[in-house]
């Protein structure tokens, strides 16, 4: 389906019927269907897909089918409604968080408009408590008493297939980014609610490919993109010739080398597409530059983790790998690259799933000293924190002006904000790499910060209006500081951003650049013995890299 | 409408109990045996309930994070909104759950024309309820005076500053909470009917509790203000500390007022524990509030963590891709094996 234009799109924000512009539906929740219709669903995930999945020790993917969402038949198990309300059963039994988050909302409505893709959309069900009460209506019919005793009056409600479709919709229209979490009297996390509604979804055969597809990927390959080993030594290799043209400076790297004290993952994209290509490159320049004993690995090449979109044993097997990795090469610790939900899985799970690490040793940066406390368990430390802590101590040579050409402000990704306190670090690299940079709205940024509107594995095309729409708010903040303040520049920590902020800037904010940290720092690093190579600035003058790692030469 | 249904009901209780309480010998029913009922089943609904959460395990370190956490020495750590130390969570649940700190952060946001998204802070859910709780809690500790011979000074002092009673002359006395409560209940109502988006995610039984309270308010005021001379203070006071002692003596010229006021307050307790109203319990358990934000320097426990889900094995990932590897000059645990003839 064709994208709406942005005229269109524009006034259809404001105007349409919608609960967040003031229209009230005249039907109630309950007896409003979900209607599928190309361009309002992402692409079930691939038969072959979800039986590779299904193949791998650990997971279990049934009912691998070609199907579609927009035909009726759905083709769902004959007992599907006892496989989903057993999976409930389960789940309430293994998580306390689901069930305090069904037993105590009061339904005050907090949330209500801190979810960007109620904003974008004005669909009542994207408004977090509804996305939740989709669930909890389920939970009060079949297990407790209230609902078994007045039913539909207390709010409860009978599994049909006609709900598990509202599911279907509805938890991938929920990137699980927790602001809504932030804003509830009780924390409730609506997050966690998607997370366990696709988790049921998947019990029967349903979920999306742009999230299956890449997990496997990474399964198989060790990647998302799914390069295999050669394939990503030669992207590395690239871009480390690349960056040699640029600064003239030789980049030393390696793959899978044991001995190495330490062990570098960044997600699989940083080293395939535009901009994240300029962020790696960032990486290698800055990891030369200090000399540091490190080795990137082929076989765990993907710091992100699609299981956390689809199931806690997936994300978990996913993720062992970093560890396992670790291990084999017998490195000291690990350093992850700038990337959100990886930093969700790192910081809040992999300890618990894959740990203890009790092989490597506490992160301790070999240039400042400086022992990293924080990581003391997962031994796993955040580029930016290590970053900050050589700009801290005078360990590299920063030359801000080399990134005159931007005039950036900074998104915190959901994750980083919101699952992991990682606010500061960032910020206090951009105060020290570009001359100057702004804040957008307040109520945009930090633990408020708003989701690309692409997360959790919806970063697919076929959704795109729906992504424009849910991106709306955070690319609304972004034009307040371009018309107040010229920025030309979206900074972020983060990979699926860099993908998903540059469709949304394009569409939105068109001539807004998007860009990882790690690349401003690159640009103004000042390496030994460079010789940055010439290019034109936007004036025609022929300076050295106007447009740092951009430059064309 | 889903809130005539919740106001219907309450009727129907009022009803119950005044039509019930007029009976000779159900006196006995309402003032004593629904009573010590509800009690049980309050307080044992109440741990049944806390006892279920606590059963199900916290699998994975999951607070949400609303401020920088601790890190390098140089940056500064937001204690209270990410806290790592058990000390700075008991201060993020103690403020959440004393000043409903989160509520304190709303904004309401619009759309504008352009589209242009504004963010304003909107604080009045923050402040009904904080008007509706405190007063409630006011409320009911005052009650204890009703339960207790001789009245703790204490009681006695909070009972002396809820009716300004420097203030005032003449008695009965005129309590703030009495009115704030009744407000409160107010306030809330309106502002589900009012706001359109809680209007319409509101179901039946977000309404009938409102209702119920404010019965219960309503009659408590008109028994203490309007309806005074049918009740007998000291009859009430001598079946209340009878409840309370196990040895109920019985009086019986206490007014219906007061059995309807008494039913209201035994249906709310029945029904507390079946309801959201347990949102009471379950805020101090919120894994998203009571966790410390520690997960890499402190490893969290997962009963339930499975050992069996390896990762797909390097040793299997070497054997599909070796050839490649090679090639590549990555470097192998295992060489190609010799060339063979195909
Ligand atoms: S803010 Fe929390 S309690 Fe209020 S409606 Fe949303 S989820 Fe429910
Ligand atoms: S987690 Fe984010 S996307 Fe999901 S309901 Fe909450 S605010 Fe919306």
Known sequence: MALAKLEQLSKSVVQGPSLATGAVPTKDWMETPAIFKEGNFAYPAKKEKVEYLNSQAGLEFPNARIWSPDEDDWKLPENWQEIILNGLKERLGKFRSLKIFMDCCVRCGACADKCHFFLGTGDPKNMPVLRAELLRSIYRNDFTLAGKLFGKMAGAREMTVGVLKEWFMYSYQCTECRRCSVFCPYGIDTAEVTMMLRELLHLVGVGINWILEPASNSNRTGNHMGLQPHTFKDNVDFLAEDLETLTGVKINHSFNRKGAEVLFITPSADVFAEPGLYTAMGYLALFEQIGLDYTWSTYASEGGNFGLFTSNELMKKLNAKMYAEAKRLGVKYIIGGECGHMWRVIHQYMDTMNGPADFLEVPKSPLTGTVFNNAASTKMVHISEFTADLIRHGKIKLDPSRNSHVLPTYHDSCNPARAMGLMDEPRYILDHVVPKWVEMPENTIREQTFCCGSGTGLNTDEIMELRMRAGLPRANAVKHVIDKHDVNMLSCVCAIDRATLTSLMNYWNPGCGVCGLSELVGNALVMDNEKRAMGYDAEGNETELPEGFRTMV | ?342
Request: proline share 6%.
């Open chain 2, 1 to 342: 409408m889903k809130y005539t249904f919740s106001f219907l009901a309450v009727i129907a209780l009022v009803l119950i109990a005044w039509l019930g309480s007029q009976i000779p010998g159900m006196q006995y029913l309402f003032g004593v045996a629904i009573p010590y009922l509800a009690i049980m089943i309050f307080l044992g609904g109440f741990v049944y309930r806390v006892v279920q959460w606590a059963k199900s395990p916290v699998p994975f370190s999951i607070p949400t994070t609303c401020g920088q956490g601790a890190s390098l020495d140089f940056i500064k750590q937001d204690k209270l909104d990410c806290p790592t130390k058990t000390s700075e969570v008991v201060a993020r649940m103690f403020l959440e759950i004393v000043t409903f700190r989160s509520l304190f952060r709303n904004t309401k946001s619009e759309l504008h024309e352009g589209p242009k998204i504004t963010y304003e802070s909107s604080k009045w859910l923050w402040l009904f309820a904080l008007i509706f709780h405190y007063s409630f809690l006011v409320v009911v500790i005052r009650h204890m005076r009703l339960f207790l011979n001789p009245v703790p000074a204490w009681l006695e002092f909070l009972d002396f500053l809820d009716a300004g009673a420097a203030l005032q002359v003449g008695a009965p006395l005129l309590y703030a909470t009495d009115l704030a409560l009744v407000l409160g209940v107010v306030l809330l109502f309106g502002r589900r009917l009012v706001n359109r988006q809680v209007r319409y995610i509101s179901l039946a039984n977000d309404y009938f509790p409102l209702f119920l309270i404010f019965g219960i308010a309503t009659t408590g005021i008109l028994m203490r203000y309007f309806l005074r001379t049918n009740i007998d203070i000291i009859s009430i006071k001598e079946l209340l500390v009878g409840l309370v002692t196990f040895s109920p003596v019985f009086a019986a010229k206490i007014g219906s007022i007061f059995y309807i006021h008494l039913f209201l307050v035994s249906t709310l307790l029945i029904y507390f524990p079946f309801s959201k109203l347990m949102h009471l319990g379950g805020v101090f358990m919120s894994p998203t509030r009571n966790m410390a934000n520690n997960s890499r320097a402190k490893r969290h426990i997962n009963p339930w963590n499975d050992p069996t889900i390896k990762p797909h094995s390097y040793a299997g990932y070497e054997d599909e891709f070796r050839e490649f590897m090679v090639d590549a000059g990555i470097p192998v645990e295992k060489e190609l094996p010799p060339q063979k003839d195909e």
